[in-house]
T-cell receptor, first 105, second 118 residues
Framework: KNEVEQSPQNLTAQEGEFITINCSYS?????LHWLQQHPGGGIVSLFM???GKKKHGRLIATINIQEKHSSLHITASHPRDSAVYIC???????FGTGTSLTVIP | DTEVTQTPKHLVMGMTNKKSLKCEQH?????MYWYKQKAKKPPELMFV???????INESVPSRFSPECPNSSLLNLHLHALQPEDSALYLC?????????????????FGPGTRLTVT
């Protein structure tokens, strides 16, 4: 059983749409990480959060520790947002299965 | 400097070859990680070093041998690999490890080495 589940697995959106990616986990955690991976491999850390909400530009991440659930929102999506978004939890970084996002112009 | 560098970017090796992957960071981080990533899958943790000591080995075959010669450098020595070992190998670093409850330290990832075993 995977400790971290993400949904949806694949997402296609029109430019400008509001996007939500969900992450549910089963392990106890101190913090959850959202990562972005572009084709070609490089992984960038977007957020690390342990409670509430964080915002960075058009990206918003929320977490509910009691419900063991986090969401990543992208407002006014753009083709350059196309990437795989991964949530990760735990000391040893249990990774979710990733959400592949494609934003069409 | 918030960069983790990895060399080489690409590596093709035969099953009898010995090669090494290198990872370097100058952020003063004391935890460093090796991950393996197959196509369309999330990264899988292989090894974690904390203060230059091996902290976690996720049951990785002995044909992969990690080494942390100093706090800035992490190597992965490869020997007698199999074609199924072909993957993207990612290195990451963080300020440290948290003992329980999950990592509160952000991980910084290198660009990866794309390894092909022929």
């Amino acid at each position: 059983k995977n400790e971290v589940e993400q949904s949806p697995q694949n997402l296609t959106a029109q430019e400008g749409e509001f996007i939500t990616i969900n992450c549910s986990y089963s392990v106890g955690i101190s913090a959850l990480h959202w990562l972005q991976q572009h084709p070609g491999g490089g992984i960038v850390s977007l957020f690390m959060l342990s409670s509430g909400k964080k915002k960075h530009g058009r990206l918003i991440a929320t977490i509910n520790i009691q419900e063991k659930h986090s969401s990543l929102h992208i407002t006014a999506s753009h083709p350059r947002d196309s990437a795989v978004y991964i949530c990760a939890v735990g000391n040893q970084f249990y990774f979710g299965t990733g959400t592949s996002l494609t934003v069409i112009p | 400097d918030t960069e983790v560098t990895q060399t080489p970017k690409h590596l093709v090796m035969g099953m009898t070859n010995k090669k090494s992957l290198k990872c370097e960071q100058h952020m003063g981080h004391r935890a460093m990680y090796w991950y393996k990533q197959k196509a369309k899958k999330p990264p899988e943790l292989m090894f974690v070093y904390s203060y230059e000591k091996l902290s976690i080995n996720e049951s990785v075959p002995s044909r992969f041998s990690p080494e942390c010669p100093n706090s800035s450098l992490l190597n992965l020595h490869l020997h007698a690999l199999q074609p199924e070992d072909s993957a993207l190998y990612l290195c990451a670093s963080s300020q440290g490890l948290k003992g329980t409850g999950g990592s509160i330290y952000e991980q910084y990832f290198g660009p990866g080495t794309r390894l092909t075993v022929t």
